[in-house]
């Protein structure tokens, strides 16, 4: 499965904003589909998830529960991540991936990602 990110942009602090992450060659079926970030100069972290795509279980990282909601379209094969009350420290590529083997304990761990998109790059400016 091909992953495609797309929707980032600039946005003043306090904006909000939608990114998209398209797959093709394949539909997510059974995949969880998790959001990551790499700020500047900083490692990349986990942002978001929708695990093992049908089981609604929905996970978030603490910097961002309340303000960021993950979706799923199954019609459309497409995952969505809502972002408000945007901060200038959530400035950075925003990246999309796809496993049909990562776990609970795994989930925020890049290498348990097999099929990357590329990054989306969001700016909050102050």
């Known amino acids: 499965v091909q992953l495609q990110a797309s929707g980032g942009g600039l946005v003043q602090a306090g904006g909000s904003l939608r990114l998209a992450c398209a797959a093709s060659g394949g539909t997510f079926s059974g995949y969880t589909v998790t959001w990551f970030r790499q700020a500047p100069g900083k490692e990349r972290e986990f942002v978001a998830a929708?695990?093992?795509?049908?089981?609604?279980?929905?996970n978030y990282a603490d910097s961002v529960k309340g303000r960021f909601t993950i979706s799923r379209d199954s019609a459309k094969n497409t995952v969505f991540l809502q972002m408000n009350s945007l901060k200038p420290e959530d400035t950075a590529n925003y990246y999309c991936a796809a496993s049909r083997t990562v776990i609970v304990s795994t989930i925020q761990s890049e290498n348990a990602y097999a099929y990357w998109g590329q990054g989306t790059l969001l700016t909050v400016s102050s």
């Open positions: 929708v695990f093992r795509w049908n089981s609604g279980r929905l």
